[in-house]
């Protein structure tokens, strides 16, 4: 299907796991975006991507890891999960220009315990 | 001071009531505001946008921007069951590269009662 797709949608790990988080979008957009929503912060960009090969960090960067080997795919990767970790993850992408929607996947739910 | 300021709600109406949201912002960079609506564990989506200051009127919706106040407001009218969600100003200011980075406010939890 045609879209933004995230998985897994639910996740449940351990402090000091690594957990990857994966984005998949079949529109060939350039830009690529990872937020997470928490109750009284709404959403903040941790990552952001504008092709292949070229991320850079957005407002919450700390503890988290991004790649970008091919256009359709944006992974995210806590490479040791705490508490403070416990959001839902959005990703999102658009094409590039003045200005371009940017189209929400349905986010991945993770608990660090 | 966060960027974008938002009341969270919860906000209450009746069926065929007139909502007002609304969000003040304070970097004068920003270029585009627009209101996301998400509806209980889904991803948000894009309602309205605008650019310029005044309104613009899509169906039921209105979006105002009032850029020499730093004020956006979204007006539902005859508001429906189907509208309850969270909306969600988010202001745009341009990436390096010709992307847009989006500012989020906290978001209004919104609920039309029958």
């Known amino acids: 299907d045609a879209g933004i797709t995230q998985s897994p949608r639910y996740k449940i790990t351990e402090t000091g796991r690594q957990v990857t988080l994966m984005c998949h979008q079949t529109?060939?957009?350039?830009?690529m975006f990872w937020y997470r929503q928490d109750l009284g912060h709404g959403l903040r960009l941790i990552y952001y991507?504008?092709?292949?090969?070229?991320?850079d960090k957005g407002e919450v960067p700390d503890g988290y890891v991004v790649s970008r080997s091919k256009t359709e795919n944006f992974p995210l990767t806590l490479e040791s999960a705490t508490r403070s970790q416990t959001s839902v993850y959005f990703c999102?992408?658009?094409?590039?220009?003045?200005?371009?929607?940017?189209?929400f996947g349905p986010g991945t739910r993770l608990t660090v315990l | 001071q966060k960027e974008v300021e938002q009341d969270p709600g919860p906000l209450s109406v009746p069926e065929g009531a007139i909502v007002s949201l609304n969000c003040t912002y304070s970097?004068?960079?920003?270029?585009?505001f627009m209101w996301y609506r998400q509806y209980s564990r889904k991803g948000p989506e894009l309602l309205m946008y605008?650019?310029?200051?005044g309104n613009k009127e899509d169906g039921r919706f209105t979006a105002q921007v009032d850029k020499s106040s730093k004020y956006i407001s979204l007006f539902i009218r005859d508001s429906q069951p189907s509208d309850s969600a969270t909306y969600l100003c988010?202001?745009?200011?341009?990436?390096?590269?010709?992307?847009?980075?989006?500012?989020f406010g906290t978001g209004t939890q919104l609920k039309v009662e029958l």
């Open positions: 999102a992408s658009s094409r590039s220009g003045p200005y371009n929607e940017q189209f």
């Open positions: 529109w060939s957009h350039s830009y």
């Open positions: 991507s504008a092709a292949a090969d070229i991320t």
């Open positions: 970097n004068s960079a920003f270029q585009y």
């Open positions: 605008t650019y310029s200051s």
């Open positions: 988010a202001m745009s200011s341009i990436l390096t590269g010709g992307g847009n980075k989006l500012t």
